[in-house]
């Protein structure tokens, strides 16, 4: 039972372009949503978070959305650029005292 | 400023045999953690370490055990690898017990068993 799922493997963006990558969950008692980042050969490092009693939260060229009623988030990332390539993953929390449940991740292309 | 490490980086083991995998941090936090992560699957909890000298049970713990020898150091120990325990590990640390803050993530150990 996956409670938290990203259901595209992978996604192709021409630099420059927006990459929007999507997340679907499961359990209506998440009421915090965190997004990492991970390149090849190294643990993921933390990108950008959403509490539940915001639909946006805004980093520099990193935007993520939260819409409750349809139990999805989505990072937007413009530009696009090279060094973005990675794989992105989501996870979702009911609140601080529970561990956080993940996603299985989308790999991010970037094309020249 | 090493961050999280973690030895080694690889390792095959024969079905039966026991390993010990090391993490450290050096950015004095009081919690830290054991994922696994397997093809087409997000990452999943081991065993964490809130604080010192407390470890509880995450989402998979069958067929590990844990030791958080001191605030640093944070081990993981398979007694009997199984090849269902393929897979890479990872070790994070971060400042507190509070799950919504950062997680910082060593690079892992990626296991092979026979």
């Known amino acids: 039972d996956q409670q938290v799922k990203q259901n595209s493997p992978s996604l192709s963006v021409q630099e420059g372009r927006i990459s929007i990558l999507n997340c679907d969950y499961t359990n209506s008692m998440f009421d915090y949503f965190l997004w990492y980042k991970k390149y090849p050969a190294e643990g993921p490092t933390f990108l950008i978070s959403?509490?539940?009693i915001k639909d946006k939260n805004e980093d520099g060229r990193f935007t993520v959305f939260l819409n409750k009623s349809a139990k999805h988030l989505s990072l937007h990332i413009v530009p696009s650029q090279p060094g973005d390539s990675a794989v992105y993953f989501c996870?979702?929390?009911?609140?601080?005292?529970?561990?956080?449940?993940w996603g299985a991740g989308t790999k991010l292309i970037i094309k020249p | 400023n090493a961050g999280v490490t973690q030895t080694p980086k690889f390792q095959v083991l024969k079905t039966g045999q026991s390993m010990t995998l090391q993490c450290a941090q050096d950015?004095?936090?009081?919690?830290m953690y054991w994922y696994r992560q397997d093809p087409g699957m997000g990452l999943r909890l081991i065993y964490y370490?809130?604080?010192?000298?407390?470890?509880d049970k995450g989402e998979v713990p069958n067929g590990y055990n844990v030791s958080r020898l001191n605030k640093r150091e944070f081990s993981l120990r398979l007694e009997s690898a199984a090849p269902s325990q393929t897979s890479v590990y990872f070790c994070?640390?971060?400042?507190?017990?509070?799950?919504?803050?950062?997680?910082?993530f060593g690079p892992g150990t990626r296991l092979t068993v026979l």
């Open positions: 994070a640390s971060k400042l507190q017990g509070v799950w919504t803050d950062t997680q910082y």
């Open positions: 950015m004095n936090h009081n919690s």
């Open positions: 959403i509490s539940s």
């Open positions: 370490s809130a604080s010192e000298g407390t470890t």
């Open positions: 996870a979702g929390t009911p609140d601080s005292n529970y561990q956080l449940i």
